[in-house]
């Protein structure tokens, strides 16, 4: 299946400390086909991305340079291409612009930044959404839209976030599915790059379901695909054409303005694991008597502060044994392990929705979550 940059993520419960962002997928028949007719009515077509014009190309049979997967008689090995290519984005901060166009009319449009400390994942659309990671890699930070509908999300994590994964994939698609050759080199924003033409697809795996399939790579010495473009069809649908490129003269990535006005924070598990542990690192302060909703041990309750949520505040969330149901308690000091239940072999979770945020025009959501993975048992081993 192929993943649509501009689809809106789905959530679902991460590893402890972690986020993770699943995106939806269009079936096989429509992955062919550029996923086309499945993110409601079209968008109006947004410009194209200053920079990624090909004004300056020429083609050149003049010298031929050394391009990892193409050999010397001209011949590619795509599977060969795509890891060098990969292995060039990884080893380098990197932009990544994936377009797609149905009819005319734009159905994906993502933008990623990425560099060691910093990634900006921005789809454009109906679903449109902004993802930001810091440099602490500790949390991560949503703007989302759904029709005419706002959200703003953040979430305490570490590790790499996958957002710009989808790129990659849509272009493993496109690009592993052609026969390509060497026809020439040419000058593609300032650089020389050689250029990989294909007219016609493989005749095994998804490659096969192609009725149409025309596609041109610019290639530097090192493997980057620096722009694919081309136009295929499968099945019934409407042809799709595709115009995905990359640089790696990334210097800084564009942090959203909005993304100071957002409650962060970090989670953990204190008190003999009997206590979910918030501290507050960043954002505005959180008015008192906010409704926080807590979930452990496969019951979810709402728990209210007693005065405002300063940055630089920790709350403890804990359970109390009770004759029928625990009870749920937060307070600014960690509990006594011998008054609570242990959490500590469950995914819990504290939620703080701020509906009227200072300086946004969106509801706040801020999760804070620790515990094992979601597709692990949890508990008393039923699943959540």
């Known amino acids: 299946m192929f993943c649509d940059p501009g689809r809106k993520p789905e959530r679902i419960c991460p590893p402890a400390g972690q ?8 079936v096989l028949a429509l992955v062919l086909a550029g996923c086309s007719g499945l993110a409601g009515e079209p968008t109006a077509t947004p410009g194209a991305d200053p920079g990624d014009d ?33 292995e060039a984005l990884n080893e380098s901060a990197s932009r990544q612009h994936y377009l797609t166009r149905s009819n005319g009319t734009v159905d994906s449009n993502a933008t990623t930044y990425r560099n ?50 989808s790129i990659g994939f849509g272009l493993a698609i496109y690009v592993g599915s052609g026969q390509f050759e060497r026809v020439g080199t040419s000058t593609y924003r300032g650089a020389q790059v050689v250029r990989l033409e294909a007219d016609s697809a493989k005749s095994t795996g998804l490659a096969a379901e192609y009725q149409q399939y025309e596609a041109s790579l610019l290639v530097d010495e090192r493997g980057l695909l620096r722009r694919a473009t081309g136009t295929v069809n499968a099945g019934e649908g409407p042809p799709t054409s595709f115009d995905i490129t990359a640089t790696t ?40 008597n906010t409704n926080v909703e807590f ?28 004759e029928y149901e625990p009870t749920a308690t937060l307070t600014r000091t960690p509990p006594d392990p011998g008054t609570r239940l242990d959490i500590g072999d469950d995914r ?37």
């Open 19 to 26: 986020h993770v962002i699943l995106y939806r997928h269009c």
């Open 54 to 86: 090909e004004e300056n190309d020429r083609d050149d049979t003049a010298g031929w340079p050394t391009v990892p997967g193409v050999a010397v008689d001209g011949s590619v090995n795509e599977s060969a291409l795509l890891n060098a290519h990969f």
């Open 116 to 165: 060691d400390s910093h990634l900006l994942h921005r789809s454009r659309g109906t679903f449109s959404s902004v993802t930001y990671q810091p440099t602490d890699r500790e949390w991560t930070a949503e703007h989302e839209r759904w029709g005419d509908e706002r959200y703003v999300f953040t979430d305490d994590r570490s590790g790499a976030i996958s957002a710009g994964s």
């Open 249 to 288: 003269d990334v210097e800084t990535v564009p942090r959203p303005t909005w993304v100071p006005k957002l409650v962060r924070g970090e989670a953990s598990l204190v008190a003999n694991d009997t206590a979910l542990a918030v501290r507050i690192t960043g954002g505005p302060t959180v008015p008192a």
């Open 295 to 322: 979930s452990s041990r496969l019951r979810t309750v709402t728990v209210q502060s007693d005065r405002p949520i300063e940055p630089g505040a920790t709350l403890y969330f804990s359970l109390s044994p009770g």
């Open 348 to 384: 819990s979770q504290a939620t703080i929705t701020l509906e009227d945020p200072p300086g946004l025009d969106a509801p706040v959501e801020a999760f804070f979550r620790v515990g094992p993975s979601p597709f692990e048992p949890s508990g008393d081993g039923a699943s959540e």
